[in-house]
T-cell receptor
Framework: EAGVAQSPRYKIIEKRQSVAFWCNPI?????LYWYQQILGQGPKLLIQ????????DSQLPKDRFSAERLKGVDSTLKIQPAKLEDSAVYLC??????????FGSGTQLSVL | RKEVEQDPGPFNVPEGATVAFNCTYS??????FFWYRQDCRKEPKLLMS???SGNEDGRFTAQLNRASQYISLLIRDSKLSDSATYLC???????????FGTGTKLQVIP
């Protein structure tokens, strides 16, 4: 069974530039999560989708971050404009109905 | 106060030792709990669920204390390959919000 796919694996940008990350969850998984993990910290939930609807985006910095999951399958997370403090690993995860999350390999973002 | 709190460690233990980690959660309505393992520069992977009655998976034992709002993970006969960060997870809310702790780093020493 294919796992959660994420791209790109690495991204280096300058502050104030824009960046987008892509995630394709495991087939049939209705719930999709985007997490931000800063070095030395646990993953922090940015946004949670149930099919194509948002169920929690309370910690998403909406002035610069946006995410969509238009057809209820794959998802994109965008940062515009990026700040230095956005340097982190962005993890996508999906789950079916048993609450267990499966993570992709993540995108490591460096903002210079 | 963070929703899920863990001692970041590191815990440095010799091979064969027994080590225990605790995790406290602030939301008394949290319904389900898990331990995830994260290797350096890798994504988190599910280690085990935590059941109210306590559960065991080989050398790993997880327990839940709802009255005191903490969960624990016990690792017996530590192996070098157990070296990783262990993340405590709590689920709450009707839509199952998943909250991670900061993780506890374990280093097993030869």
């Amino acid at each position: 069974e294919a796992g959660v796919a994420q791209s790109p694996r690495y991204k280096i940008i300058e502050k104030r530039q824009s960046v987008a990350f892509w995630c394709n969850p495991i087939s049939g998984h209705a719930t999709l999560y985007w997490y931000q993990q800063i070095l030395g910290q646990g993953p922090k939930l940015l946004i949670q989708f149930q099919n194509n609807g948002v169920v929690d985006d309370s910690q998403l910095p909406k002035d610069r971050f946006s995410a969509e999951r238009l057809k209820g399958v794959d998802s994109t997370l965008k940062i515009q404009p990026a700040k230095l403090e956005d340097s982190a690993v962005y993890l996508c995860a999906s789950s079916f109905s048993d609450e267990k999350l499966f993570f992709g390999s993540g995108t490591q973002l460096s903002v210079l | 106060r963070k929703e899920v709190e863990q001692d970041p460690g590191p815990f440095n233990v010799p091979e064969g030792a027994t080590v225990a980690f605790n995790c406290t959660y602030s939301n008394s309505a949290s319904q389900s709990f898990f331990w995830y393992r994260q290797d350096c520069r890798k994504e988190p992977k599910l280690l085990m669920s935590v059941y109210s009655s306590g559960n065991e998976d080989g050398r790993f034992t997880a327990q839940l204390n709802r009255a005191s709002q903490y969960i624990s993970l016990l690792i017996r006969d530590s192996k070098l390959s157990d070296s990783a960060t262990y993340l405590c997870v709590a689920l709450s809310g009707g839509y199952q919000k998943v909250t991670f702790g900061t993780g506890t780093k374990l280093q097993v020493i030869p």
